[in-house]
């Protein structure tokens, strides 16, 4: 499944390197590759907090943080798409990139604390996990070459460090938590990224705001 993983990363990045460099290409090939890879990316995260939702104790599920808390709560970005269709294409396209930036030591995180969950499908899970990061790190690479065909604005990434450490806890319900709590913090920002990609495919579409 690695190897698979791997091949479709290399293809979807060389596609986006070719269409880059074509004269007279459109820049909504591009968002279209990627809004369609943000999708992906925002499916998987939802379907695996929903996985993991059928195995949490109905308690630690009161308890969890709220999403204020999730490391990547300081960043400014539009609450919804009207508040979006508002900003910029080369800011939008920063927020993404930030946003993806600052997953890539949590979902190493993530990844790394997998095998330990008191969890029926570890292994399961573990491989729905690496394939988050390989999704995340296509995109990225995607968003990249994106922002170098817009305003200097799209090279701002923001800073959001991760500071949670690499432990998710020791007891079962403590590990369930952080696990869960980062998985749903991730879900929330991926959904962002897609949205901002798919504002951005509209615009370059020239289509009417209702119907992005």
Request: with cysteine; glycine share 4%; hydrophobic share 35%.
């Amino acid at each position: 499944m690695a190897h698979r993983e791997s091949n479709g990363r290399k293809i979807f990045i060389t596609v986006l390197y070719m269409v880059a460099m074509c004269r007279g290409v459109p820049i909504t090939d591009l968002l279209d590759r990627a809004s369609q890879h943000s999708d992906k990316l925002h499916s998987l995260s939802t379907t695996l907090t929903h996985e993991l939702d059928s195995h949490f104790p109905p308690l630690g599920r009161m308890v969890l943080p709220r999403p204020s808390v999730c490391h990547t709560s300081s960043l400014q970005t539009p609450s919804d798409k009207e508040q979006a269709l508002q900003v910029p294409d080369a800011d939008l396209l920063s927020l993404a990139r930030s946003l993806l930036q600052a997953w890539v030591d949590p979902l190493g995180v993530l990844s790394s604390s997998a095998y330990s969950l008191p969890h029926l499908a570890q292994s399961k899970l573990l491989n729905k996990i690496q394939e988050l990061q390989q999704q995340s790190k296509s995109l990225g690479d995607g968003l990249n070459i994106l922002s170098g065909k817009m305003d200097q604005a799209a090279q701002t990434i923001y800073s959001l460090p991760y500071r949670g450490g690499n432990d998710i806890g020791q007891d079962r319900i403590s590990k369930l938590n952080k696990f869960h709590f980062l998985l749903s913090c991730f879900r929330r920002d991926s959904h962002k990224i897609d949205s901002f990609l798919k504002v951005l495919r509209c615009r370059a579409a020239k289509l009417q705001p209702h119907m992005c």
